[in-house]
């Protein structure tokens, strides 16, 4: 079994010196009790008008479709929104797919299993924010490409293997799907270990050349491998599909049907 790279969380306790005091201690019984009364009642109130918010925003919901090209056979499938810890499995009826009630104008990353083990995984190219595109801005161009990889490759870090898998973006932005890996010696390394990482970088053209901007990156995947076999079997099978992420049901749409197109000779090594 892989095993996962998880960070270290912290615990809290009581402050050394104190101690609980019930509510009915010496001179507040009375108002304790009232106290801890109230309290209980405003926070039941809270998780009821949650409750009752949650399922309106999931009763108004709506269903989309995704028509899978021939030659291609869906096995299962699920939508995936990361920030709000949402994952709606999908039905799979010969070659279309069918995910139902999913929150309106809410994006999600499709995955879509297909029978021979490929993995179409959806991967929403966007930038990270709502900052709109600025008037005028021209296409990347070669130099633009060759400085967002320069920034990725050619910076020493801990990772000896770093690649640029999907790129998309203009002359004053972009979004890079990156892959980084370590499979040298490393501390604690054991035998053949493999450490892998799947991340969307986003950088900015601005005062006179490149830069990545820090603290918004965005872990799609992370797996520490026991080797290199286990590694090529997971990861290899991953197809990172730009047409499948960000997919958003209008708000006034009940339901909403997609065509994914035909596969190219487009290709996201592991």
């Not at 995910?99 to 083990?117: E, H, R, S």
Request: charged share 25%.
């Amino acid at each position: 079994m892989n095993k996962a790279e998880y960070g270290k969380t912290g615990t809290t306790g009581q402050e050394p010196g104190t101690r609980d005091q019930g509510i009915g201690d010496s001179g507040q019984g009375t108002a304790g009790r009232k106290a801890w009364a109230v309290g209980h009642v405003t926070w039941t109130v809270a998780v009821v008008l949650m409750a009752l918010v949650a399922s309106s925003l999931w009763a108004g919901g709506g269903d989309l479709t995704l028509q899978v090209p021939q030659g291609q056979i869906p096995k299962t499938a699920v939508a995936l929104n990361r920030d709000m810890k949402l994952e709606n499995a999908g039905q799979v009826r010969g070659q279309e797919v069918v995910f139902g009630n999913l929150l309106p104008d809410t994006a999600y990353d499709l995955a879509i299993t297909l029978d021979d083990g490929t993995v179409l995984q959806g991967v929403d190219m966007g930038w990270y924010n709502e900052e709109e595109i600025k008037a005028g801005t021209g296409p990347m161009t070669a130099d633009d490409r060759e400085g967002v990889r320069a920034i990725i490759q050619d910076i020493k870090d801990i990772y000896n293997k770093k690649d640029l898998l999907l790129v998309k973006g203009d002359h004053s932005r972009a979004v890079v799907l990156t892959r980084l890996i370590i499979d040298k010696d490393f501390h604690a390394k054991v035998g053949d270990e493999v450490i892998w990482r799947i991340e969307l970088w986003y950088f900015k053209n601005q005062y006179g050349g490149w830069e990545k901007i820090s603290q918004v990156n965005k872990v799609l995947r992370r797996e520490r491998f026991p080797n290199h076999a286990a590694y090529e079997a997971a990861a290899g099978k991953i197809k990172w599909t730009p047409e499948l992420g960000g997919i958003r049901v209008p708000k006034d749409q009940q339901s909403l049907t997609l065509k994914l197109p035909a596969p190219t000779t487009r290709t996201s090594s592991p």
